[in-house]
């Protein structure tokens, strides 16, 4: 890989062991993609909230420590300067304001306070969410950015234009010191058409249907394939191609996707492919459709319902106000929880709107920062979850065995206030 | 005893030898495996309950969330990493991977390791001279004793000695 000047004075420690640890990381990542040189970045998102189990698996247990460690992948505890690129904290383990909820002890509570601490003081912006699209991070069309968060890798490339590839905590942490990431995969133009025409002849409308969609375009192409998606009638928004990115990128990798006429690099199919034939054309009908919805219901039998989560990704402002509206008059079953999980950020917003109260007083609660996937918590005894989320449908199960029903948010709702799962595709 | 080598792109140096755990699915890292044990733990992959720790891990690469370096990471730390990976399609995840498990890994075969290689087969791969070695196992298995490589279950051991052992962990990431 070929350095520039400044490149190589970092590696050669001119600005400090980290940061020439950090450009050593960019180096070997960087040679094993094969990419011939480095772009640089001011917008690096990642994940350096460290709770014990990190601090205990690292040399030293301390901060400097377990950023040298987990973010950079060296063993040697260095003096970690403050970041250079603009930076921002993801999603982490805890919601700071109900982390007695998720059942964390006070000393693991004082240890991520501590972390998130050390990060701000080190100058990375603390939105600690999923979505940093939502709350004050909106790269520009073109924009070469180093994101972490495959749902929010999807939904920038895709439906702002931004550049980035589906970056890991090392390559984050090592971004966030140098202002680097290799210059690979879809930072280049021409690794950004079409390569799969997905033809859909099913309505797409609800907030459901772009879940399911999304997770059989995940399930049929290849990782590396961009689906360009065609015949989808009327406009999706903000909280339906959150879905649609989010669930693609769980059943598969797909990390970039054509909507011509809405994203934002395509207003045709012809467009979107650049001259090229598709390498493979898909048809989504109801039969896929159904295909998608019975394989993200495949965890579940039982109906009796524990938890109700929504906010995977994390919910927006009008999420929090339709589960607020749907639970107007009703109140959560006594045997289920339902927790709706959004940006800290928007937590305050919803707190000066009342939302937050809304849903407590209907015995619902208001979380942020976390989720129980990212976090690895439920409450206690729960067997059967539902969500609105393919995401989350797909995830929690695996990691916390527990089944995992999936449908509307209207559905959901109804689970949480009855306790019973009665949720079926029309 | 015959031995079937193919020579492709070696991207992480070393040498280890170890049997093969072979699958033509894609990998999920976090919320698809467990790293304190290296078990799959993706619900409908077809290695689902099994371990790659200490195997030779021949797969077509990583898919999913971006947390998969970071699982692969923590695998290393508390000694449940693969002895050695090959795979077929590159990307972010699996570079980085790679990088952060610091075992030898290999990719652009001049054949293909999924008609060569089938679990339990013995490997050895030399992340430095981009080869892997393939040992049939109904060939190996009739050999008393079959030939060790350079160890990698020493350096293992070495690994994890003096580190305590702890699951993923809250905070991993989507």
Redesign the interface.
């Known amino acids: 890989m070929r350095l520039a000047d400044d490149e190589r004075a970092m590696l050669d420690g001119e600005q400090g062991e980290a940061v020439a640890a950090a450009m050593d990381l960019l180096v070997r990542y960087g040679e094993v993609l094969g990419a011939e040189r480095l772009v640089d970045t001011d917008n690096v998102c990642g994940a350096n909230l460290f709770g014990s189990r990190h601090s205990l698996v690292c040399g030293s247990p301390t901060p400097d420590g377990a950023f040298s460690e987990h973010s950079l992948d060296t063993p040697r505890v260095l003096p970690i300067p403050p970041v250079r690129a603009q930076s921002y904290q993801l999603i982490g383990p805890m919601d700071t304001k109900h982390w007695q909820v998720q059942g964390l002890p006070q000393a693991e509570h004082d240890e991520i306070m501590a972390s998130e601490q050390y990060n701000a003081e080190h100058g990375i912006h603390l939105l600690n969410t999923c979505t940093p699209y939502q709350v004050g991070n909106v790269p520009l069309k073109g924009e070469h950015c180093a994101w972490m968060e495959s749902s929010a890798v999807v939904y920038v490339n895709s439906v702002l234009g931004a550049r980035t590839n589906v970056e890991g905590r090392e390559s984050t942490g090592a971004a966030m010191l140098t202002g680097k990431i290799p210059y690979w995969g879809l930072h280049l133009e021409e690794n950004r058409r079409g390569s799969h025409l997905v033809e859909v002849s099913t309505p797409v409308t609800a907030n459901r249907d772009w879940g399911l969609l999304g997770y059989w375009i995940g399930e049929q192409v290849p990782e590396e394939a961009i689906p360009v998606v065609d015949g989808v009638a009327g406009a999706p928004d903000l909280v339906r191609l959150k879905h649609f990115g989010a669930a693609a990128a769980s059943s598969g990798g797909v990390e970039m996707y054509h909507l011509p006429g809405i994203t934002v690099e395509a207003r045709t199919p012809e467009e979107a492919f650049a001259g090229r034939a598709p390498v493979e054309r898909l048809h989504y009908g109801p039969a896929q459709r159904r295909e998608a919805y019975e394989h993200l219901n495949a965890t579940a039998t039982d109906t009796s319902v524990d938890l109700v989560m929504i906010g995977c990704p994390h919910a927006t402002l009008g999420q929090i106000r339709d589960v607020v509206r749907l639970l107007e008059g009703r109140r959560v079953h006594a045997d289920s929880a339902l927790w709706v999980f959004t940006p800290r950020a928007l937590r305050h917003v919803a707190e000066q709107n009342g939302y937050a109260r809304a849903l407590e007083d209907a015995g619902a609660l208001l979380m942020s920062d976390t989720c129980p996937a990212i976090g690895q918590f439920l409450p206690p005894g729960t067997r059967v979850i539902a969500t609105d989320s393919a995401k989350q449908v797909h995830y929690l199960p695996a990691i916390m065995d527990v089944q995992g029903w999936f449908g509307t948010l209207a559905e959901c709702v109804d689970a949480a206030v009855t306790g019973t799962w009665r949720g079926e595709l029309r | 005893m015959s031995e079937i080598v193919l020579t492709g792109r070696g991207?992480?140096g070393g040498v280890a030898e170890a049997e093969a755990l072979v699958t033509r699915h894609?990998i999920s890292g976090?919320?698809?495996v467990e790293p304190r044990t290296g078990r799959i733990?993706?619900?409908?992959h077809e290695l689902v309950g099994q371990s790659f720790a200490g195997k030779v891990l021949v797969f077509?690469?990583?898919?999913?969330?971006?947390?998969?370096?970071?699982m692969f990471?923590?695998a290393r730390?508390?000694g449940s990493a693969p002895a050695a990976m090959v795979f077929t399609?590159?990307?972010?995840?699996i570079?980085?991977?790679?990088?952060?498990s610091h075992v030898p890994?290999v990719t652009d075969l001049d054949g293909d390791p999924f008609e060569v290689i089938r679990t339990g087969d013995r490997v050895r791969v030399d992340g430095d001279r981009g080869t892997i070695i393939v040992t049939r196992a109904d060939t190996y298995r009739r050999d008393p004793e079959p030939s060790r490589g350079h160890g990698w279950a020493a350096e293992q051991e070495q690994d994890t000695d003096g580190?305590?052992?702890?699951?993923?962990?809250?905070?991993?990431?989507?």
């Open positions: 991207l992480v894609a976090w919320g698809g733990i993706e619900s409908r077509p690469g990583a898919k999913g969330s971006s947390g998969w370096s970071g990471h923590m730390l508390v399609v590159m990307n972010t995840k570079a980085l991977g790679v990088v952060v890994a580190r305590r052992c702890a699951g993923p962990g809250p905070g991993e990431h989507g």
